[in-house]
Nanobody
Framework: QVQLVESGGGLVQAGGSLRLSCAAS????????MGWFRQAPGKEREFVAA????????YYADSVKGRFTISRDNAKNTVYLQMNSLKPEDTAVYYC????????????WGQGTQVTVSS
């Protein structure tokens, strides 16, 4: 079992930056691939970024490539999403999730954190 708690969301102006954190409980955190997803009002949840268990491989949605960076610290049981050059269209609830393999089914989800980007 893995429990996930996101933090770091908030209100920021366009062009600004935020760093989201996702703290995981459970001693097997380092064995999970981790992902970030987001859901805007009236839209379906979409993939944002993912990272392998070792941190050696990362994947991004085209819409955030070059602006967002996913990373993890297995010693701290935490995964991060550094978001730069934010745009109003990045406004959404952001969720972290854990999967046994990158690209596999995400079995565990956090409760989400709101990110609002004003123009």
């Amino acid at each position: 079992q893995v429990q996930l708690v996101e933090s770091g969301g908030g209100l920021v102006q366009a062009g600004g930056s935020l760093r989201l954190s996702c703290a995981a409980s459970g001693r097997t955190f380092s064995s999970y691939a981790m992902g970030w997803f987001r859901q805007a009002p009236g839209k379906e949840r979409e993939f944002v970024a993912a990272i392998s268990w070792s941190g050696g491989s990362t994947y991004y949605a085209d819409s955030v490539k070059g602006r967002f960076t996913i990373s993890r610290d297995n010693a701290k049981n935490t995964v991060y999403l550094q978001m730069n050059s934010l745009k109003p269209e990045d406004t959404a609830v952001y969720y972290c999730a854990a999967a046994e393999v990158v690209g596999g089914e995400y079995d565990y989800w956090g409760q989400g954190t709101q990110v609002t980007v004003s123009s």
